[in-house]
């Protein structure tokens, strides 16, 4: 059974950077580079945002529009761990932020298509 879990989340105002860290137990490192890595946020009342992804095949990565340029995803197999590095923020990034993996496949921006959650970070961006 994978375990993620997120740690990094904090208060900082507009224009801040935070970078948040996901690390995953129970699995071995070369079971951990077979897994696609992602992050989602959700703010309340609302469904979870899909916000980046890193394959496991080629390490390539995929953004949200609304992240794009100002996000980095990245992962380190052999810590079993995945960051989000987040520059810029806004207001509008505040959310809580989850960390979710699937195994051997790429998935989309739908929560149905990844298979383990963590139990969430809090990031809170003031004006």
């Known amino acids: 059974q994978v375990h993620l879990v997120e740690s990094g989340g904090g208060s900082v105002q507009a224009g801040g950077s935070l970078r948040l860290s996901c690390a995953a137990s129970g699995l071995t490192s070369s079971t951990f580079s077979r897994y696609t890595m992602g992050w989602f946020r959700r703010t309340p009342g609302k469904e979870h945002d899909f916000v980046a992804r890193i394959l496991w095949s080629d390490g390539s990565t995929y953004y949200s529009d609304t992240v794009k340029s100002r996000f980095t995803i990245s992962r380190d197999d052999a810590e079993n761990t995945v960051y989000l590095q987040m520059n810029s923020l806004k207001p509008e990034d505040t959310a809580v932020y989850y960390c979710?993996?699937?195994?051997?496949?790429?998935?989309?921006?739908?929560?149905?298509?990844?298979?383990?959650w963590g139990q969430g970070t809090q990031v809170t961006v003031s004006s």
């Open positions: 979710a993996a699937v195994y051997l496949y790429a998935p989309g921006p739908s929560t149905y298509d990844w298979s383990y």
